[in-house]
C-alpha cells in the first residue's frame, strides 16, 4: 500500500523557517497584490512608503509550515502528478509580523478512502520561534488520484451551503500570464505549475495556476473587502478547491456577509467555481456591529 496510515497522529519534526519583508511582499505581488494600479496596496507590497506600516497579507500565514520549498509531510509513495490540493483553512492567533522566525510541527490527522482516490488531512501548527507564541494554524487537505480503495473510513460530510441571494460583494481580479512563475518563487516549486510536460502527465493541456495562488487572490478579495483592508480582523478562512485556473484568467469573488463571518466562492474565467464552500472568520473583538 503506497499510503503510509501508521502516520496517522504522529507528529513530525519541527521545522523553522525565517522571512523579512522581501519574503512578504514578494507572496503579496505573487498572488496578484498592486494590480492594476501599483499605487494600490503599499502598505503589502513596499517596506518604505512614507507614512505606511509594512502589514502582511493573512494567506501568507499558509507559507510558514513551507521549508526548502515544499510542506513537511511524509506520508508515503505514489505518483505525484495525480496529486491535487482539495483544501485549505487556518486560524490567525495574532497577524503575521513583516520580519520573523517560525517553527512549526505537522501531523497527518486522518486518511480517507474516496474509492478512486485517497483524501490525506494534515494539520500544522507555527508558533514564533523565539517566544513560543501561536502565530497560526492551517489545514490542508490533499487529493490523491488512484490510491483509494484502501478500506478507509469515508471523508466528513460538510454542511457548507450557498446563501439564497445574491452576493454582497463582488470582486474580479484579473491574474497574468506569468502568474503562476511569479508565485513559485515563494516556495512551492511543484512543476505541475511551470513544466508542460508534467501537468500533460496530469492532464492538463498546460501548466496551471497553483490553487493556493487563486486562494491568495480570493483572501485579498476578504480583506478588502470584509475587513477594511485591516488584517488584524481576518481570523481565519476555508476553502475547497474544486476546478482549475488556467494563468492569465479572470477571477471573479463572490461574498456573502453574515454575522461575525462571510461566505464565499470563487469563478474562473469560463464561470467555474474555482473554489467553493469558502469560509471568512472575523476576529471577536472588531466584527463590525
Not at 494567506?59 to 511524509?74: E, H, K, S, Y
Not at 514564533?128 to 490542508?140: F, I
Not at 476578504?222 to 485556473?245: E, I, Y
Request: charged share 20%.
Amino acid at each position: 500500500m503506497p499510503l503510509d496510515l501508521n502516520v496517522i497522529g504522529v507528529e513530525g519534526p519541527a521545522v523553522e523557517r525565517s522571512w523579512t519583508s522581501a519574503d512578504t511582499i514578494l507572496y503579496a505581488l505573487g498572488v496578484g497584490a498592486g494590480q492594476p494600479d501599483p499605487t494600490e496596496e503599499l502598505a503589502f507590497t513596499t517596506e518604505n512608503t512614507a507614512g505606511v506600516d509594512t502589514l502582511v497579507l493573512p494567506t501568507f500565514a499558509n507559507m510558514l509550515p513551507m521549508v526548502a520549498g515544499a510542506p513537511q509531510l511524509r506520508f508515503g509513495t505514489f505518483d505525484v502528478s495525480q496529486l491535487l490540493h482539495g483544501e485549505q483553512a487556518f486560524e490567525l492567533h495574532r497577524p503575521i509580523p513583516a520580519q520573523g522566525a517560525a517553527r512549526t510541527t505537522t501531523t497527518v490527522t486522518g486518511m480517507y478512502d474516496k474509492g478512486s482516490a485517497a483524501l490525506v488531512v494534515a494539520e500544522s501548527r507555527s508558533v514564533d520561534a523565539a517566544t513560543g507564541e501561536p502565530l497560526a494554524t492551517s489545514r490542508m487537505s490533499l487529493f490523491i488520484r488512484g490510491e483509494g480503495g484502501f478500506g478507509g473510513e469515508p471523508a466528513p460530510a460538510d454542511d457548507w451551503e450557498q446563501p439564497d441571494r445574491e452576493p454582497d460583494d463582488t470582486v474580479v481580479y484579473q491574474t497574468r500570464p506569468e502568474q503562476a512563475l511569479l508565485y513559485r518563487l515563494s516556495g512551492d516549486r511543484n512543476p505541475l505549475h511551470s513544466d508542460p510536460r508534467f501537468a500533460a502527465r496530469g492532464g492538463f493541456p498546460r501548466p496551471i495556476l497553483h490553487g493556493m495562488c487563486t486562494y491568495g487572490f480570493t483572501g485579498r478579495a476578504l480583506l478588502h473587502s470584509v475587513c477594511g483592508s485591516d488584517p488584524s480582523r481576518f481570523a481565519g478562512m476555508s476553502a475547497r478547491f474544486s476546478r482549475p485556473v488556467m494563468p492569465g484568467e479572470q477571477l471573479t469573488v463572490q461574498i456573502w456577509r453574515e454575522d461575525g463571518h462571510a461566505r464565499f466562492r470563487t469563478l474562473n474565467g469560463q464561470g467555474e467555481v474555482a473554489i467553493d464552500r469558502g469560509r471568512l472568520a472575523l476576529s471577536p473583538d472588531t466584527r463590525e456591529g
